[in-house]
């Protein structure tokens, strides 16, 4: 029976992703990067830059809007650096329960996959 991973196949079907192996690697390497280091780094950047608009303008009620402002941002950063942890165990859990093409219940294709991207 012609499995979902088999339609486009690049490489060869007997490799772990079964021709997913591009789309992963450009996920776990290039994605996972960029929302893990990139953004948590913009948003501490760009509530610093607000934080430092508001104290040059010397109004105390603007610093305090800004300081509670970066420290939510510094918050987001935080909870967007572990997303990929999130996403690596959510990716585990749906592994358990994916079925082969025999009915069978396949417990390692997506963490097979996952894990062999280097």
């Not at 830059?49 to 800004?66: C, F, P, Y």
Request: overall charge neutral; some cysteine; glycine content about 10%.
């Amino acid at each position: 029976m012609l499995n979902l991973f088999q339609i486009g196949v690049v490489g060869s079907i007997n490799d772990n992703c079964g021709g997913l192996g591009p789309i992963v690697r450009i996920i776990k390497k290039g994605v996972f990067p960029i929302v893990q280091i990139g953004i948590p780094i913009l948003l501490i950047v760009f509530g610093t830059i607000d934080l430092g608009k508001a104290v040059i303008s010397s109004d105390e009620k603007e610093v305090k809007q800004a300081q509670s402002r970066l420290i939510k941002r510094c918050i987001y950063a935080v909870a967007i650096f572990f997303i990929t942890t999130l996403v690596t165990l959510i990716m585990s859990l749906v592994a358990t329960g994916a079925e082969n093409g025999d009915g069978e219940t396949d417990t390692n294709s997506w963490a097979n996959c996952w894990n062999s991207i280097d």
